[in-house]
């Protein structure tokens, strides 16, 4: 039975089973390509400054100052993100296209992407947390 009869014939079972797929494929590269380190240090960092510019929401001089400190972080942020995107970008484009070209002929054929964002949204939750990315 090929690949192509499989999606016909159960095409919501393929598309959860995909999207599980692609999901782990991405969590996996982002695991290992993101500085997880550097990522929580700057989420500790951001999150001590957003504590105390609550404390000092009073004081405009302090608030830009911590805004300051806040935006210090944003490069790095950024960094780590983009990189995580131009590894991923060109597998995804190819997966999307292959799927929507196989998917087309199914009673899903309208809803695929809904169904892959739902499935991909809760294997994502689940992944990150069992691979500790949050």
């Known amino acids: 039975m090929s690949i192509s009869e499989i999606i016909q014939t159960n095409?919501?079972?393929?598309?959860?089973?995909?999207?599980?797929?692609v999901t782990l494929l991405m969590t996996s590269i982002r695991y290992f390509v993101t500085d997880r380190k550097l990522m929580r240090d700057i989420k500790d960092k951001q999150k001590f400054v957003r504590e105390e510019m609550k404390k000092h929401r009073d004081n405009p001089d302090k608030m830009i100052e911590l805004n300051k400190q806040l935006m210090e972080h944003f490069p790095a942020q950024m960094k780590q993100t983009f990189k995580l995107m131009i590894i991923t970008m060109i597998p995804v484009l190819i997966i999307f296209s292959w799927m929507r070209n196989a998917f087309a002929v199914t009673e899903i054929a309208t809803s695929w992407i809904w169904w892959y964002i739902v499935a991909s949204i809760v294997f994502g939750i689940i992944l990150g947390k069992l691979f500790k990315l949050d």
């Open 11 to 21: 095409p919501k079972i393929s598309i959860i089973i995909i999207s599980f797929l």
